[in-house]
Nanobody, 124 residues
Framework: QVQLVESGGGLVQAGGSLRLSCAASGRTSSMYTMGWFRQVSGKEREFVAS????????LYLDSVKGRFTISRDNAKNTVYLQMNSLKFEDTAVYYC?????????????????WGQGTQVTVSS
């Protein structure tokens, strides 16, 4: 079992930046592909970014490319999501997820472990 705890959310003006962190505990290992997803009330959970465990290859939602960066520090069992040039439409609850599959993944159902989420609110 792996436990994931997100932090770093908050209220920011449009154009600002936030860095989300996801700390893993329990049966921790660097051998997890990690993902960030977001969800707005009443809508489905949406893929944002993913980083594979083997080569740290990455995938991004098209609308965040060039603005968001996912990274990992395996020594700290932590994955980060640096969010720059934030827009009102980035407002959501952001979730961290983990899977033992190798490659970065976009589908919600392929992740095995989830955090509780952290709220990101961007004011226009």
């Amino acid at each position: 079992q792996v436990q994931l705890v997100e932090s770093g959310g908050g209220l920011v003006q449009a154009g600002g930046s936030l860095r989300l962190s996801c700390a893993a505990s329990g049966r921790t290992s660097s051998m997890y592909t990690m993902g960030w997803f977001r969800q707005v009330s009443g809508k489905e959970r949406e893929f944002v970014a993913s980083i594979g465990w083997r080569f740290s290859s990455t995938l991004y939602l098209d609308s965040v490319k060039g603005r968001f960066t996912i990274s990992r520090d395996n020594a700290k069992n932590t994955v980060y999501l640096q969010m720059n040039s934030l827009k009102f439409e980035d407002t959501a609850v952001y979730y961290c997820a983990a899977t033992e599959r190798i490659a970065p993944l976009t589908r919600v159902e392929l992740y095995d472990y989830w955090g509780q989420g952290t709220q990101v609110t961007v004011s226009s």
